[in-house]
């Protein structure tokens, strides 16, 4: 009987050391690192945006990490997923964090553990003083079990909250690491993961305010209204660019949703083979996006059964209906900034998402909610801007080394300041004193032909240069009745 008594505890203890918890790490491990000097052939050769060093000099060398921590599932169980961590190198300095959250990516290779296209983001992140974090989120990546939670709110902001928790836990083993974190706390994403970005706030904010606190967040073009706003625009008439959206969110929703949609039901309602592709393709998560939405009809209504998706467009009590309001991420009021980027022209993800929320938020009293209107762009066109807007920010609130945080003020400086890099094709305008005027931007040839007009409603903007070919060019600022500034261009 005292054998079995020791057995017993010997067993019992040995599982409670193995125990894990939300936030604790499975492994770092260390994927590459660059000098400064070895920064601008990593963006082009890697990722083909070799410009980007011209608009955002590298500034500290980086290391780039893949970790593996633990968080919860959809189900509430405890689970593994992993991401990219940008460090920078040889800065004496407390250092903030800087989430970005990634776009809508179906294979392995483009998660950004694995280095994919979005690694460039916490690259230029991190050589400017942040300690980058990019999740690949919950059922993406090699080691996270399960298929992809897509445009899944709870998820996206729980694998947030868990990866911040084993940045911190890192920060702590003085024994291995160098580094001390100062508090801050920055979260933006761009499509897909301008949802996962606003979701990731909401679950900091209203479920761990006791451990950490946003700084600020700027969510970009996300589907943050999904049941209304982005579904009526997808199924807005006969075309949709990328259905592929819409099977997806089908496949994510039949594992985390099961008791609502199963997947015979789903089968039946879906038109053949466009079940055999969501779930044989979409399942393996090896195929590039653009591969797979080749697979799917441009028009969205061919996908259904009609009496089925008239059901879902009209019923409020449709299943898949109360999912998607499961998933609304805008009717909470944030306390931190938050700045929602979006463009007019995005084929993809409408822009009203950011307009519903903006009112939601504001007519519920939120007092540091913002909108930025990029421009006409289309959905892909807009993401550098935006990400360069959202740059300009978080560094523009980042604490000094060992000092306090400054407050955003957009409003601080006195005069119109812009920015171009010679060769550059965007040029970065700042209007300090834009509270209500549009400005007008308008480009010029050396010989005084207008080539270029573009209208900037916002304060900060980066504006697409369309020049015809490389030499001299004047950009032209009015506000619709004087010349505010003019400036040489180069390209």
Known sequence: MRNLLLFLSLLFSCCFAFAQNRGDIDYIQLLS????????????????????????????????????????????????????????????????VAFYNHGTFYDYASMPSNLGFETLIGAILSTEGFISAIPDLIGYGDESPGSPNYIHAKTAGTANVDMMRAIKNWSEQQDSVDFTLNGQIFITGYSQGGHSAMAAHREFQQFHADEFTVTASAPGSGPYDVSVTQTNFMFDDDYYPQVAYIGIIILSYIEIYSDLVNMELFQENVLSPYDEIIIDILADFDTPLGVVNDQFPTNPFEMFDADYLNDFLTNPNHPLKIIFEDNNVYEWVPEAPMVMGFCTGDEEVSNDNARVAYNWMIENGAQNVDTLNLGNQSHFDCALPFLLNTRNMFNDMKAPCDGPAIAYNPLAKSELEIVHVTGSPFVYIHNHNAEAEALNIQLYDAQGRLM?????????????????????????????KDIMQSKKVVF
């Open 33 to 96: 690192e660059y000098e400064v000097e070895e920064l601008p052939d990593f963006y082009e050769n890697q990722y083909g945006y070799g410009f980007i060093t011209g608009i955002v000099p590298p500034q500290n060398a980086i290391e780039l990490y893949k970790i593996k921590y633990y968080t919860e599932d959809a189900g509430g169980v405890l689970t593994t997923a992993t991401g990219l961590i940008a460090m920078p190198k040889g800065i004496d300095c407390t250092l903030p």
């Open 452 to 480: 270029q007009e573009e209208k900037m409603y916002n304060y900060a903007s980066y504006i697409r240069l369309d020049a015809p070919k490389n030499g001299l060019y004047h950009l032209v600022v009015t506000n619709n």
